[in-house]
């Protein structure tokens, strides 16, 4: 049981529209992670927060955008949905340093 | 930059034979190397890390790793199969400095199967 939680499990979407998935970090840890996997594809780096700044970005585009909270807890929101957006999402927390990352469970969007 | 290259996408073994998971990676710096695991439907569990301490690394449920930095490699083994080690298996290298700080690299996984 890694402590980090994701919501929602599943999610369905049309193109265009607009989501937001929610990651719980693990107690203790202020920096969140989050991941794109593609189906059959290892996972992708979106972006890194730590203590509500973002300080690493991947190579996503930005409607790709994220917030961290005061309690460490995390958003990814994705506006003009598009087909190929259809993933398993992944967050990750962590301390600050070189400690390990843990991972919730994925949120999987599909994208009609 | 930093690239992984995991070097099979499947692999079949026997029940009770050993496993090797291969995997080669690029580093402009002293990588940090990790191995993950996923099973359907579960996130990902470390199992285990390389972060320049000893070059053989031992890891949960009987795995390890050696790092070689001749070869720019680090394989995935262990002695004997069991049928819960079905899975997909994710080897990494984690980012240092600047905004590739703590930024994981997945390499595109490896699928392992084992036979009764």
């Known amino acids: 049981e890694t402590g980090v939680t994701q919501s929602p499990t599943h999610l369905i979407k049309t193109r265009g529209q607009q989501v937001t998935l929610r990651c719980s970090s693990q107690?203790?840890?202020?920096?969140v992670s989050w991941y794109q996997q593609a189906l059959g594809q290892g996972p992708q780096f979106i972006f890194q927060?730590?203590?509500?700044?973002?300080?690493g970005r991947g190579n996503f585009p930005p409607r790709f955008s994220g917030l961290q909270f005061p309690n460490y807890s995390s958003e990814l929101n994705v506006n003009a949905l598009e087909l190929d957006d259809s993933a398993l999402y992944l967050c990750?927390?962590?301390?600050?340093?070189?400690?390990?990352?843990?991972f919730g469970p994925g949120t999987r969007l599909t994208v009609l | 930059a930093q690239s992984v290259t995991q070097l099979d996408s499947h692999v079949s073994v026997s029940e009770g034979t050993p496993v090797l998971l291969r995997c080669n990676y690029s580093?402009?710096?002293?990588?940090?190397l990790f191995w993950y695991v996923q099973h359907p439907n579960k996130g990902l569990q470390l199992l285990l890390k390389?972060?320049?301490?000893?070059?053989l690394v031992k890891g949960i449920n009987g795995f390890e790793a050696e790092f070689k930095k001749s070869e720019t490699s680090f394989h995935l083994t262990k002695p004997s199969a069991h049928m819960s080690d079905a899975a997909e298996y994710f080897c990494v290298v984690s980012g240092a400095g600047g905004t590739s700080y703590g930024k994981l690299t997945f390499g595109q996984g490896t699928i392992l199967t084992v036979h009764p």
């Open positions: 580093s402009s710096y002293s990588p940090s």
């Open positions: 107690s203790g840890h202020n920096t």
């Open positions: 390389y972060t320049s301490a000893a070059t």
């Open positions: 990750a927390s962590k301390t600050s340093g070189w400690n390990e990352q843990f």
């Open positions: 927060y730590y203590r509500e700044e973002e300080n």
